[in-house]
């Protein structure tokens, strides 16, 4: 199990601060929820953490080190908002998640979902076991994600917005991620299948046990997923806590103005 810790984050878009001087850590294991109105900076945040966003000063630290790569690979993954967008519409979904995996088939490192079938002994598997251990593999991560492994032929024009999700959440298992950052991941699909991928998602961090960065305007899914929240208000963080504290006992106007927009959370607070 592994922990994300950001350390005076700051972020600027030419001269406007989207991130400012952000610390917060994910303790290993645990999902914190990433909060705040529109604008605030929690993708900006999310994207920073992957360098994809233009990190001014700051540190991001796994597990104390900083980028502590692996195999040339990073230790977290993002999965967006648009599964749409998230798949090379021209690769099937098992060449997909093919590509995420490290080095063909499974080194047993990581998360512990490896195979174990690869050429430890030094000797080079010849391609076509190579190849079938890696299809192997592809179908355990379209499992573990409630696909049917006989979609890895179809592109992702051929699925639906909550199966393109399941893929996009495959491949970035399959990378085994130490962190995990999911940055509004229900937002863009049906309201019919956001409680299936939720449920999904909570079930498979508790399975592998990655750190997660849950960014969310939900705050009842925030309440459902999150070990604890951190409130973002134009880029500063101005409150972080436990789950239930954060939300029954706000102690920041900025969370006491996030609550009282959902009529339910408002109630509870009302009653506690
Ligand atoms: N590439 C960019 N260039 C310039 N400004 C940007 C860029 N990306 C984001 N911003 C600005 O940075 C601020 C934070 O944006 P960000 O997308 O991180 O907010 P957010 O909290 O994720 O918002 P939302 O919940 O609406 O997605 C906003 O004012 C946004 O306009």
Redesign the pocket.
């Known amino acids: 199990m592994s922990s994300l810790e950001l350390r005076g984050i700051t972020v600027r ?2 001269r ?1 601060t ?2 400012d001087n952000v610390d917060l850590l994910v303790p290993e294991g645990t999902v914190t929820g990433l909060v ?12 920073a953490v992957v360098g994809l ?1 233009p990190k001014q000063s700051g540190q991001v630290l796994i597990d104390g080190r900083e980028d502590p790569r692996r195999r040339g690979r990073s230790p977290v993954q993002l999965v967006f ?1 648009n599964p749409y967008a998230s798949l090379d519409p021209r690769m099937t979904v098992g060449a997909s998640v093919a590509e995420a995996l490290s080095g063909g088939s499974g080194n047993g490192s990581g998360n512990g979902t490896g195979t174990g079938s690869g050429a430890r002994s030094g000797r080079r598997a010849p391609a076509r076991e190579r190849r079938a251990a890696r299809d192997a593999e592809v179908a355990r991560y379209l499992e573990l994600v409630g696909m049917d492994p006989a979609r890895a032929a179809l592109t992702p024009d051929a699925l639906s917005g909550g199966q393109r999700q399941r893929v996009a959440l495959a491949r970035a298992l399959a990378a085994r991620p130490a962190v995990l950052i999911a ?2 991941i229900t937002s863009a699909l049906d309201v019919s299948v956001q409680g299936a991928v939720l449920n999904l998602l909570r079930r498979l961090q508790r399975e592998l046990g990655f750190a997660m960065l849950f ?1 969310s ?1 939900n705050l009842a899914v925030v309440r459902y997923l999150c070990d604890q929240v951190a409130v ?1 208000d134009g ?1 500063h963080l101005v409150e972080c806590g436990p789950t239930d504290r954060v939300l029954d006992h706000p102690e920041h106007p900025t969370t006491r103005n996030l609550i009282s927009c959902v009529p339910d959370l408002a109630l509870a607070e009302e009653a506690s």
Do not use: C, M, P, W
Request: glycine share 28%.
């Open positions: 878009y030419g406007f989207a991130v705040g109105g529109s604008g605030s900076g929690k993708s900006t945040l999310g994207k966003a908002q940055d509004e960014i305007h973002l880029g």
